[in-house]
């Protein structure tokens, strides 16, 4: 949408800039307002403060991370419209927010497939975004009939206070799969397992949301997690501002973003089975889902027969190998269309298919949308 005003634009944005997830909703911010001419004045305080800074300032609107009261009173009292780039606390009558129905999908599949029958979420007390996505992942396994084993704490970062988690974990039935609320705290699980000298991902596969690069490299293991289009929430709630700002009605005041699916590190790097051939052919699956191998190569390589492999597939994971090879695939597919500029053709060859249009048709078959849409809709450039 181009903005219609005339004029520069002056817009207050709030956002913490001291994580990944801050910075990236910052950047697409950024990239809106460089596309409409605004003027961005950069509020790097929070609380009080920072009520007080765009009070002085008198923007024309204001974007938030997680706004508080003093904000919103701010806000109103400048009659200007304030935008969260995420869902808080506080009722903003504007905001962009994760589909958290499609997180806890996504956690429960990932853990099912590495053959885990025991699901844990470890959140933060007191943040509604946390509460939310443990609600919608105890909801998504009940529709199976599965347990969900929680744990809150209002330390949400960090090696303080570590004992109660710690008791968790150990208590805990193993093995079992851990959605951690976002990504720091999926470090932090991982330094209380090993602290408690709990093996990971032997008895405990730790996912965590977000996707922050650095964080899940510096964890040990590495961490595994859902890659969202952060950018996307600052981009959006940018452009609700926009019509808002214009005195526009917006029609969809509640945006909501999709996951991209899982970046599979160190911490889910395993397959729970009894069955050492169906661990085999699972870990050859993995080291070579970007050649173009089909079941009856697996199986030839393992020396048995096609029949027996996806017999011994089904009884041990209740799929079978050509399911399994088909997911491998199009998880790699889904990454490198996000996360790289790579062709389409490219991204079909280094997945194993003989030609783009046949991967584009797997890709449709599989996601329901063409690699082109998939990698057009987290792209804001």
């Keep these: 949408m181009e903005s219609s005003h005339p004029f520069q634009r002056a817009v207050a944005v709030c956002i913490d800039t001291r994580d990944g997830q801050g910075r990236k909703r910052l950047y697409g911010v950024v990239q809106y307002a460089r596309q409409h001419s605004w003027r961005v004045m950069l509020v790097r305080r929070s609380g009080s403060e920072a009520a007080r800074e765009v009070a002085r300032l008198e923007p024309q609107g204001i974007l938030a991370y997680l706004a508080d009261a003093e904000l919103a009173e701010v806000a109103r009292r400048l009659r200007v419209p304030l935008i969260d780039t995420a869902r808080g606390h506080e009722v903003t009558p504007m905001y962009t927010t994760l589909d958290n129905d499609a997180v806890g999908r996504l956690a429960m599949e990932h853990f099912a497939r590495l053959g885990l029958q025991q699901f844990g979420y470890c959140g933060v007390r007191g943040r509604f975004a946390s509460v939310a996505r443990q609600t919608a992942f105890a909801e998504c396994l009940s529709q199976h009939r599965l347990r969900l084993h929680a744990f809150t704490q209002t330390v949400a970062e960090g090696e303080s206070r570590m004992e109660p ?217």
């Design 165 to 381: 988690l710690m008791r968790w974990l150990d208590r805990l039935p193993k093995p079992i799969g851990i959605l951690a609320f976002e990504d720091k705290l999926g470090e932090r699980v991982l330094t209380a397992c090993r602290w408690a000298e709990i093996s990971v991902p032997e008895q405990v596969a730790v996912l965590g949301v977000g996707n922050d690069e650095l964080m899940c490299e510096v964890s040990w293991p590495t961490l595994s997690s859902i890659h969202i289009p952060t950018q996307l929430f600052g981009f959006e709630a940018a452009a609700m501002l926009d019509w808002a700002m214009c005195g526009q009605a917006v029609d969809a005041p509640h945006r909501t973003i999709q996951p991209l699916g899982i970046v599979v590190r160190g911490s889910t790097d395993v397959l729970f089975s009894q069955d050492e051939l169906v661990k085999a052919a699972v870990a050859m699956i993995r080291q070579r889902v970007g050649d173009s191998i089909g079941v009856a190569h697996l199986a030839r390589a393992l020396g048995v027969s096609r029949r027996t492999l996806d017999r011994r597939f089904l009884d041990a994971l209740g799929r079978s190998v050509h399911h399994e090879l088909a997911a491998a695939r199009m998880q790699r597919a889904q990454n490198l269309l996000t996360a790289s500029e790579w062709t389409v053709a490219e991204i079909a060859e280094a997945c194993g298919f003989g030609t783009a249009a046949s991967f584009s048709r797997a890709f449709h078959q599989h996601y329901g949308c063409w690699p082109s849409e998939a990698r057009k809709s987290v792209r804001i450039l």
